[in-house]
């Protein structure tokens, strides 16, 4: 199996759902029923909160670099909005990140969803590195909602999710949100690694598209294969 380096810690709720889950699915499809070598380095979510590009960028940066001295084979951030680094860091390492939106786009493809709603913390929602990656790799149009709907799903994200607090409120305003765009959507993603926590036991007549389940599924699969 191969060695995995883990950049967590924002949300420590997210950081907790890849390492559970890649533990659980590794040892479930392992012959061997091992459980697979894991390095993580957690950061604190006060960098992201910052907003700072450059800080960012250095952050992270300095934990991939770390992975990949300790030994890691390949990287997986555990959250979405981190990914906005992953063009800067990327050309100074010599282990790939696993980019979440190769796991969202591989997903649309193969359910031939060509029109996304994208959901998640401001940042996430209207700053390239997701929305461009999945244009201009997979050829997907990305819809995202009306400036009151990014500032209350930011609100919620950040003041509620990333605290571990999920709301009523916030369940709704997702749900209702996602029906008002039903007619032009073929599918939600959900770009926030605690939005499949929060809908997880929630029906929609609009496929959900779950970040994280896909991204652990990934990351599984690199380390098995």
């Known amino acids: 199996m191969k060695r995995l380096g883990l950049i967590g810690g ?4 997210s950081t907790l ?28 979510m006060d960098v992201m909160r910052r907003q700072e590009q450059e800080e960012i960028n250095s952050v992270y ?10 030994g890691a084979e390949a990287i997986v951030i555990c959250a979405n909005t981190p990914h906005m680094a992953v063009e800067f860091v990327q050309p100074q390492l010599e282990i ?19 029109k996304l709603l994208l959901l998640g913390n401001r940042p996430t929602i209207t700053k390239a590195f997701l929305k461009d990656y999945l244009i201009e790799k997979y050829n997907l149009e ?8 990014i500032e ?17 409120e916030a369940k709704a305003f997702y749900k209702e ?3 008002k765009h039903q007619n032009t959507i073929d599918a939600a993603i959900l770009g926030c690694t605690e939005l499949p926590i929060l809908l997880k036991d929630e029906s929609s007549k609009i496929p959900y598209i779950k970040t994280t389940d896909l ?11």
């Open 142 to 149: 990305v819809i995202i909602p009306e400036e009151e709907a």
């Open 177 to 179: 949100l996602i029906e």
């Open 96 to 114: 790939p990140f696993l980019h979440i939106g190769n796991s969202i786009g591989k997903e649309a493809v193969q359910h031939n969803f060509k």
């Open 215 to 225: 991204h652990i599924q990934s990351a599984v699969e690199f380390i098995i294969n």
């Open 10 to 13: 924002t949300s420590y709720h």
């Open 152 to 168: 209350k799903s930011h609100y919620f994200v950040s003041d509620e999710l990333t605290k571990g607090i999920f709301s009523k």
């Open 61 to 70: 940066l300095n934990a991939a670099k770390k992975l990949q001295e300790a």
């Open 17 to 44: 759902e890849y390492y559970k889950a890649i533990n659980a699915q590794v040892i479930e499809q392992n012959a061997t029923h091992s459980n697979p070598e894991l390095l993580l380095y957690s950061i604190t």
